[in-house]
T-cell receptor, first 112, second 113 residues
Framework: RKEVEQDPGPFNVPEGATVAFNCTYSNSASQSFFWYRQDCRKEPKLLMSVYSSGNEDGRFTAQLNRASQYISLLIRDSKLSDSATYLCVAFLAEGGYNKLIFGAGTRLAVHP | DGGITQSPKYLFRKEGQNVTLSCEQNLNHDAMYWYRQDPGQGLRLIYYSQIVNDFQKGDIAEGYSVSREKKESFPLTVTSAQKNPTAFYLC????????????FGPGTRLTVL
């Protein structure tokens, strides 16, 4: 079983739609979580951190359910520029080292 | 501008040759990391370093080597022992003690012919 699992998609949605991505993690010791955005052939960039019960940043809302070991990302009013791959990431401090565990990503394509 | 640079962006090598990928950062970060990314897979950690002159193996270190002689630099050598070297290689850095966020360089796409 992968440590961080995501639906690979692609999610094809029209502009203005609301879309939600889900992510599950297997290590209950994971302390915090992130969503990174990765454009095609580019490096990942931090989109949002998810610390306690979740947080919101403009059109983006991230939720965390520790009991179910589940994280979600909601994008409202989708824009063409939101088209990218969204990586779910778990943070784990292990043996004095801060480790990021990446999911394989969910691809989003927003069309006119 | 502060950031992480990787060079070259694209690299082609013949099978059996060693190749070194460059990673430099001017963020004054203590920790640096190397990942590889293959299609349909998450980033996998190759090596990491939390301080100069020290580094540790990640999850897929076989066939790779690194050095950390300067804080700013963390080059990765892909040796001929790496069975499937063709991949997208990403270097990252973070502030070691509180470093939950990692900042990534633009990546090097290595193709072995």
């Amino acid at each position: 079983r992968k440590e961080v699992e995501q639906d690979p998609g692609p999610f094809n949605v029209p502009e203005g739609a609301t879309v939600a991505f889900n992510c599950t993690y297997s290590n209950s010791a994971s302390q915090s979580f992130f969503w990174y955005r990765q454009d095609c052939r580019k490096e990942p960039k931090l989109l949002m951190s998810v610390y306690s019960s979740g947080n919101e940043d403009g059109r983006f809302t991230a939720q965390l359910n520790r009991a179910s070991q589940y994280i979600s990302l909601l994008i409202r009013d989708s824009k063409l520029s939101d088209s990218a791959t969204y990586l779910c990431v778990a943070f784990l401090a292990e043996g004095g080292y801060n480790k990021l565990i990446f999911g394989a990503g969910t691809r989003l394509a927003v069309h006119p | 501008d502060g950031g992480i640079t990787q060079s070259p962006k694209y690299l082609f090598r013949k099978e059996g040759q060693n190749v070194t990928l460059s990673c430099e950062q001017n963020l004054n970060h203590d920790a640096m990391y190397w990942y590889r990314q293959d299609p349909g897979q998450g980033l996998r950690l190759i090596y990491y370093s939390q301080i100069v002159n020290d580094f540790q193996k990640g999850d897929i270190a076989e066939g790779y080597s690194v050095s950390r002689e300067k804080k700013e630099s963390f080059p990765l050598t892909v040796t001929s022992a790496q069975k499937n070297p063709t991949a997208f290689y990403l270097c990252a850095s973070s502030i070691a003690k509180t470093g939950t966020e990692q900042f990534f360089g633009p990546g090097t796409r290595l193709t072995v012919l």
